[in-house]
């Protein structure tokens, strides 16, 4: 990300991201959270996952881990109808956000300059891999940069598992199934359908949890300054601020 020291009082402090970033970013946390909550309430109401057109095949479910607690369902407990109108209101608000991310990331070049991986971003994926693993983050200028691994799951999610998981939700919807007849059956049918929206659900849930760790270790209220105010401090080798 290339860095901006406009109107900074000092040279380690630098506008990492632009308001449009930082207003979209957080419309996706709402989103996300209330998708997910509402979503494992609908859940709920069959907690089993299969793999065909239809869950009366005798086949028996592929995974069944049982009812997820209330306290981590949205409206409540045991609401379905309201759980699915939530679920769908969140979910044209992610696809609307996203859309609106994917153009001005073009249009701005932030994809090109600061999301799409180099040559020598590609070679460094091992060495990115074991200074993760070992909790070792770069300090001065080099953190102002995504990392390569930061760069390769944000294109991951952006166009691969948020597409596959809208997709999956509006496989499930018996009117646009008669719109476009059949369509459902290439992945397998609705279950699997259910299935796959399950799982995208679960991949985007994991990027989550470990985004949020990332946060946490690499300085917390830094980061956090950083997608409300958009100034970041340098962290220096010593550790984060």
């Not at 449009?20 to 946390?29: D, G, K, L, P, Y």
């Not at 991949?203 to 980061?223: Q, Y």
Request: no cysteine; net charge positive.
């Amino acid at each position: 990300m290339k860095p901006s020291r406009d109107e900074s009082p000092r040279p380690d402090i630098l506008k990492r991201h632009s308001l449009a970033v930082r207003v979209m970013h957080w419309v996706n946390v709402v989103a996300v959270v209330v998708l997910l909550m509402s979503g494992l309430q609908i859940f709920n109401a069959h907690p089993a996952l299969y793999w065909g057109r239809s869950s009366y095949t005798g086949a028996g479910p592929i995974f069944a881990p049982g009812s997820f607690p209330g306290w981590m369902t949205l409206p409540g407990a045991q609401w379905l109808a309201m759980g699915r109108r939530w679920h769908l209101f969140f979910a044209w608000v992610l696809v609307l956000n996203g859309a609106a991310y994917v153009a001005y990331s073009i249009a701005s070049r932030h994809l090109s300059r600061d999301l799409w991986p180099s040559r020598a971003d590609l070679r460094s994926i091992g060495r990115s891999i074991a200074d993760h693993l070992r909790l070792r983050h770069p300090a001065g200028e080099a953190a102002a940069r995504y990392n390569v691994l930061q760069k390769l799951a944000y294109l991951a999610i952006v166009f691969g598992v948020l597409p596959l998981l809208v997709l999956m939700g509006l496989g499930m919807s018996p009117s646009l199934d008669t719109v476009v007849p059949g369509w459902v059956d290439f992945f397998g049918g609705r279950q699997s359908v259910r299935t796959l929206h399950f799982a995208a659900a679960m991949v985007l849930t994991a990027f989550v949890a470990v985004h949020v760790f990332e946060v946490l270790v690499t300085g917390a209220w830094n980061n956090l300054r950083s997608m409300v105010t958009g100034w970041y401090r340098l962290p220096s080798p010593k550790g984060p601020s």
